[in-house]
């Protein structure tokens, strides 16, 4: 059923009761609305029928492709056993298996798992972990935070104060107690004849001189190790990862990875953290003292996020005094049915060698991307794991100020998600693509962009 302006019923009543997010709602006069009927693999079907790759994993979560039949099974499985149940003086075998699991994937340096439901939520916790367990310490002065330019770390209160995107932070900027925001190691701020690693020496100098000063009221540095994907996919050299964990150590700072969108295999290794050089003369891996993931963990499917602690962030809460525990109570913390999702998840990245297939995959997308990269309107081409990104030349600001939208419109119309931040298209793909559809995302990617820079 289609009325006048071409607009299906089902859009219709979502216009009309839905308050969509991250969207003007006005702009939905001429942005479309895509109706969602079902979901298959790297598919997207509406309710007429068409079908878009989703090339951007529904918003970075979605692994292993929609309605996927290993996950189907494991949850169908988990609801006959128990839905949910309170996690305060109760446990359960999805939660205990889930934590074990990702703690042995740290090597045990990050052994214990707080859980929560969504990215923003886990970003709170890591916060309040760091602030607390310094006051615990005796080290109550220890209230101000350190994030990077452009980071992005959820929009609530307290994530939004240590995030830098201007467009969701200076609305509210009234309400916030705003963090100390130091130079990032991004790549395309690299000086004639500097390289991605002297940006990340340059960026560590920064931050040090601001420890120098401070660290005896900073908490914490939180970092988006190796991508920093909301600001538009800035990517750093993995050296910076090394250089920040020393530096806080030195100057007795925790250090939080965000890797609630990097984590899980995206960036090329299960945690980012894992490709930062070994450092100090043990050439100890680095590890953050809190690391906080979310997104993909549950495969796309169930709300879940976790903030995973060392044994020192443990210990300073273990005491018989409730005031010097942790406190953050959430309803659905621990969620059985998403801790089986995620056990499913994680099931897939062993059975299926993912890590090294994503390899392969990689190639053959960075292969079949190779004529865009070298388009004369493409700049800083750029890729990291499982995530491409590229910004468009657009020199008249009127033209760029419609990019996005115009991109997002013609990528539908070649059945492809696509929704670029500003200027930068990006591909953030599942990790089930097969050769054709690897082949497919490149050449239709290519050709919505010869489209939209015709009229730009
Ligand atoms: C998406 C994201 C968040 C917030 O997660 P939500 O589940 O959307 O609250 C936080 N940090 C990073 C790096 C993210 O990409």
């Given at each position: ?84 149940a309170m996690l305060a003086g109760f446990t359960h075998e999805p939660v205990i298996r889930l934590s074990e699991c990702l703690a042995a994937r740290t090597g045990n340096a990050l052994g214990h798992c707080f859980y929560a439901s969504d990215g923003a939520s886990a970003v709170e916790i890591a916060l309040k972990m760091s602030f607390h367990s310094w006051r615990n310490a005796g080290h109550g002065a220890k209230q101000e935070f350190i994030c ?309």
């Amino acid at each position: 059923m289609r009325d006048e302006a071409g607009k299906s019923d089902m859009v219709r009543r979502s216009l009309k009761s839905v308050w969509h997010p991250c969207t003007q709602m006005q702009h939905h006069q001429t942005v479309p609305l895509v109706a969602v009927s079902h979901g298959r693999g790297a598919w997207l079907y509406d309710a007429d029928g068409r079908r878009y790759l989703d090339a951007i994993s529904s918003w970075w979560v979605n692994l292993f492709g929609h309605a996927n039949p290993r996950i189907n099974a494991q949850l169908k499985d988990q609801l006959d056993k128990l839905e949910h149940a309170m996690l305060a003086g109760f446990t359960h075998e999805p939660v205990i298996r889930l934590s074990e699991c990702l703690a042995a994937r740290t090597g045990n340096a990050l052994g214990h798992c707080f859980y929560a439901s969504d990215g923003a939520s886990a970003v709170e916790i890591a916060l309040k972990m760091s602030f607390h367990s310094w006051r615990n310490a005796g080290h109550g002065a220890k209230q101000e935070f350190i994030c990077l330019k452009g980071s992005y770390h959820g929009e609530t209160i307290g994530a939004l104060a240590v995030t830098d995107v201007a467009l969701f932070r200076d609305a509210y900027g009234p309400l916030l107690r705003q963090a100390h925001v130091v130079m990032s190691p991004d790549a395309r701020g690299a000086l004639p004849g500097e390289s991605a690693a002297d940006v990340a020496r340059r960026a560590a100098a920064a931050l040090e001189s601001l420890l120098q000063q401070r660290a005896g009221h900073i908490a914490a540095l939180i970092v988006e190790p190796l991508v920093q994907c909301a600001t538009g996919m800035a990517m750093h050299d993995p050296v910076y990862l090394a250089l920040a964990r020393a530096l806080c150590d030195r100057y007795q700072v925790h250090l939080i990875f965000d890797e609630i969108a990097v984590g899980c295999g995206r960036s090329g290794t299960f945690f980012a953290s894992e490709q930062a050089p070994a450092s100090g003369a043990d050439g100890a891996p680095v590890w953050p003292d809190l690391l906080c993931l979310s997104k993909g963990i549950s495969g796309g499917y169930l709300p879940l996020s976790l903030v995973m602690a060392t044994e020192a962030i443990y210990q300073a809460f273990y005491d018989a005094d409730v005031t010097r525990g942790f406190l953050h109570s959430h309803s659905y913390t621990g969620n059985p049915l998403a801790c089986r999702a995620a056990l499913a998840t994680l099931e897939i990245f062993e059975q299926d060698d993912v890590l090294n297939a994503n390899r392969r995959r990689a190639q053959r997308i960075t292969a079949a991307l190779r004529p865009l990269a070298a388009h004369e309107r493409v700049r800083d081409f750029r890729q990291r794991g499982m995530i491409w990104a590229f910004d468009a030349a657009l020199d008249d600001p009127a033209a760029a100020a419609g990019f996005s939208q115009r991109f997002f419109a013609e990528a539908l119309a070649n059945e492809l998600l696509l929704r670029p931040i500003g200027r930068t298209v990006y591909l953030m793909p599942p990790y089930i693509l097969d050769d054709g559809e690897c082949d497919l995302l490149a050449a239709r990617t290519a050709a919505v962009f010869e489209s939209v820079m015709a009229h730009a």
